[in-house]
């Protein structure tokens, strides 16, 4: 999961409106961030490790000079952490290509190989390497952006939003054809923006136009900025329920349905599963439950508090890349408030339950803090199956339900009751066609088995090397 974003502009540079861009795509990354212009046939780069707001200074921004440009929030799912950070650069003929990537591609690993054999020398261990590379090559054949994507399109397999520019020719983006993971595009005068998220347009006062359609191309002429746009393919549309549940601000709006709506959706969702249950105050998990539990006091007529307080200066421990930093984090995260909580029964309500160990955290947090009882509420069904499509949950035995029953996920985390909402409940609050791999192990693409053992084998490498 990542955050992308590209601007074409014909009357400004573009560079402070991505960097702008990159802080409120923060959450879908924190590894590290880049941005790449081009102006009068030169790039114009800066990358590096951490958080946009600490990577960019004032001269870093104006050295940043172009009216063409795409940035990058890399959250790592496969590949080294310390691989080059995005968006990545290629020569072709009198052009550079830049690219910047969201998603995992499941067949990598082969085309990887294909790309080696044919002598192309590949410097990462990432996926949006080989999208690169195979746009090169065709577009050197064909000098035709949208054949050169489709062609691309007819190899990779998987999940992508792509952003990206030739250089002195225009912008391009691409969606595969389940639209797994979103991509928007806003216009403000003669300037056009696509991104990951629709909250980036409100930052940079852009207009929201539309989503970028599942298996839809995208080319915005440097010159004239025409948008043109064709379709590679289409297939049943499988949009991630996880965008709703966690990943996305509650601001953004992901194939016409609010993250925010569907959030107090599954709210009321919860309510119908406590309606019967004593409690004194409903607490969220700060920030992504905070909507949820909202509505589910709302509808149960339960006092609401803000029982745990965040450090506003700590990351998102679910894509800290291992268990001992998501601990560690955690513990100058959050703390309890006890006015709140001492002696009342909590029902603490979160987005998810993934490996569990924050769970156990939280409510050992809220008994210390007196709570007399806790109720833990997960408005996100039990997680038993791995992502392949670009969360960073590649293996079975990192999901605590994937091998334990309710009862026994209750018991280690510590609550003395565990509510969670159902796959219906997901499908109800967001009113879309959905991937639920995650949940129901009903993949939208196939993964092969050999797929599957390369992000095993990739998992367990990562942080070995990175």
Known sequence: MCGIIGIIDNQEDVSYKLYYSLIFLQHRGQDA???VTSENNKLYVKKKNGLALDSFSEDDLKLLVGKIGVAHNRYST????NDNTQPLIINSNKNKIV??????????SDLH????KDGCFLTTDVDSEVIIYLIRRQYEFTKDIFESIKFVMSKIKGAYSVVGFIEDKGLFA???????????IGKKEKSYAITSESVVLQTIDYDFLRDVEPGEIIFINKDTLELKSTKFEISKNAYCMFE?????????LIQGRSVYKARLALGTALAKRLKDEEIDVI????DTARTCAIKLAQDLNVNYGEGLIKNRYVGRTFIMPTNKSRISTLNVKLNPVIGAIKDKVVCVVDDSIVRGSTSRRIIELIRKGGAKKVIFASSCPPIKYPCYYGIDMSTEEELIASNKTIEEIRVFIGADKLIYATIDDIKDAIKKDLCCACLNNKYPIEVSDQSKLFFINDKKNRWVYG
């Open 244 to 252: 709703w549940v966690y990943f996305s601000r509650p601001e953004s």
């Open 99 to 108: 690219l910047a990537h969201n998603g995992n591609l499941i067949n990598y």
């Open 174 to 184: 691409f969606r595969d054809p389940n639209g797994i993971r979103p991509l928007v």
């Open 78 to 81: 496969t590949g080294s952490i």
């Open 283 to 286: 607490i969220p998990v700060p």
């Open 33 to 35: 961030c880049g941005i």
């Open 113 to 116: 190989s294909s790309l080696e």
